[in-house]
Nanobody
Framework: QVQLVESGGGLVQPGGSLRLSCAAS????????IGWFRHVVGKEREGVAC????????YYADSVKGRFTISRDNAKNTVYLQMNSLKSEDTAVYYC?????????????WGRGTPVTVSS
C-alpha cells in the first residue's frame, strides 16, 4: 500500500536551514505529484510546495518562495524540502502528500508528519 514517511524535522535557530525527506513506498513516484504541507494547531493547513510529475513544474506558497526548494529523486522514490532562512512562523508539523496532480487544497495520501521548530 502507499506509504509516505517523513524525516529531518527538528529544532533550528531563526535564519538556519533544515532538509526534510519523504520516503515513498507502494507506488512509483515518477507518475505522481508530491507535495509538502504544514499545520499548526489552531490554524488551517497550508500547502507549502509541490512537484508535478507530468511537466516538472514546482509550486510554492508565497510565504516560502525564495527560501524553500522542493526536489525529487525518482530513483530513490524520495522527495526533499530544503528550507533556508527559517523564521519562527515556519514552525509547524510538516507533512508530505501525494496524488496524481498537485493540489494545495488537499491530496489523497499523507504521511504522519515531522515537526519543525524554529526558535532561539
Amino acid at each position: 500500500q502507499v506509504q509516505l514517511v517523513e524525516s529531518g524535522g527538528g529544532l533550528v535557530q531563526p535564519g538556519g536551514s533544515l532538509r526534510l525527506s519523504c520516503a515513498a513506498s507502494g507506488f512509483k513516484l515518477d507518475y505522481y505529484g508530491i507535495g509538502w504541507f504544514r499545520h499548526v494547531v489552531g490554524k488551517e493547513r497550508e500547502g507549502v510546495a509541490c512537484s508535478s510529475s507530468s511537466d516538472g513544474i514546482t509550486y510554492y506558497a508565497d510565504s516560502v518562495k525564495g527560501r524553500f526548494t522542493i526536489s525529487r529523486d525518482n530513483a530513490k522514490n524520495t522527495v526533499y524540502l530544503q528550507m533556508n532562512s527559517l523564521k519562527s512562523e515556519d514552525t509547524a508539523v510538516y507533512y508530505c502528500a501525494t496524488d496524481l496532480k498537485c493540489d494545495f487544497k488537499g491530496m489523497k495520501y499523507w504521511g504522519r508528519g515531522t515537526p519543525v521548530t524554529v526558535s532561539s
